[in-house]
């Protein structure tokens, strides 16, 4: 398996536009994480699913977040609108119960 | 409810020499644990784990950790670290349900020549 791929790997976008980062989990995996990695906050989950239904997304920080998992083998984050704040790193995860997670590379955000 | 606590946000070490990262977790119930590197502009890479067994777990990169279930640590050494291995580590936890992962909030090790 290729492991968990991620798209883009960078992304700059001006403030107020909508933006859209992929996740290709690693098949057979039925759970699936976003986490978001800044500076200041570290290393943050956002939400997971498991077998596509989304579990807990508390960690989303506003409206202007969502995430969907259509089916097994892809998932979507989408900010709308974006904002210079939400400048960081989006990793995307995938993991069997009772195994570790593996990580995707990430995708740079900027937003100016 | 659990969490994870590293208690060195950087540890600063000369190549050669022993390194403990820390790595104290809370929890109700009984814990799967794992360790984590991050090299820059990577993805998080697995070190090693402890799901059960034998608390001394070895990992990749010479790296072991040992799980202590009265102080509820899992602290990851190796003794003797290499400029290679300056990264930033993750300690994270996930309870026999085995579903979400939590994550401490990491330790920048910086290996100088």
């Known amino acids: 398996d290729a492991g968990v791929i991620q798209s883009p790997r960078h992304e700059v976008t001006e403030m107020g536009q909508e933006v859209t980062l992929r996740c290709k989990p690693i098949?057979?995996?039925?759970?699936l994480f976003w986490y978001r990695q800044t500076m200041m906050r570290g290393l943050e989950l956002l939400i997971y699913?498991?077998?596509?239904?989304?579990?807990?997304d508390s960690g989303m920080p506003e409206d202007r977040f969502s995430a969907k998992m259509p089916n097994a083998s892809f998932s979507t984050l989408k900010i709308q609108p974006s904002e210079p704040r939400d400048s960081a790193v989006y990793f995307c995860?995938?993991?069997?119960?009772?195994?570790?997670?593996?990580f995707g590379q990430g995708t740079r955000l900027t937003v100016v | 409810a659990q969490s994870v606590t590293q208690l060195d946000s950087q540890v600063p070490v000369f190549e050669e020499a022993p390194v403990e990262l820390r790595c104290n977790y809370s929890?109700?119930?009984?814990?799967?644990l794992f360790w984590y590197v991050q090299y820059p502009n990577q993805g998080l890479q697995l070190l090693l784990k402890?799901?059960?067994?034998?608390?001394l777990v070895k990992g990749i990169n010479g790296f072991e950790a040992e799980f202590n279930k009265s102080q509820t640590s899992f602290h990851l050494r190796k003794p003797s670290v290499h400029i290679s291995d300056t990264a930033e580590y993750f300690c994270?936890?996930?309870?026999?349900?085995?579903?979400?992962?939590?994550f401490g909030g990491g330790t920048r090790l910086m290996v100088k020549p």
């Open positions: 994270a936890v996930s309870d026999h349900a085995g579903n979400m992962l939590t």
């Open positions: 402890y799901l059960s067994g034998s608390t």
């Open positions: 929890s109700s119930v009984s814990v799967y």
């Open positions: 699913f498991n077998n596509n239904v989304p579990i807990d």
């Open positions: 995860a995938s993991k069997e119960r009772y195994t570790e997670a593996f």
């Open positions: 098949s057979g995996h039925d759970y």
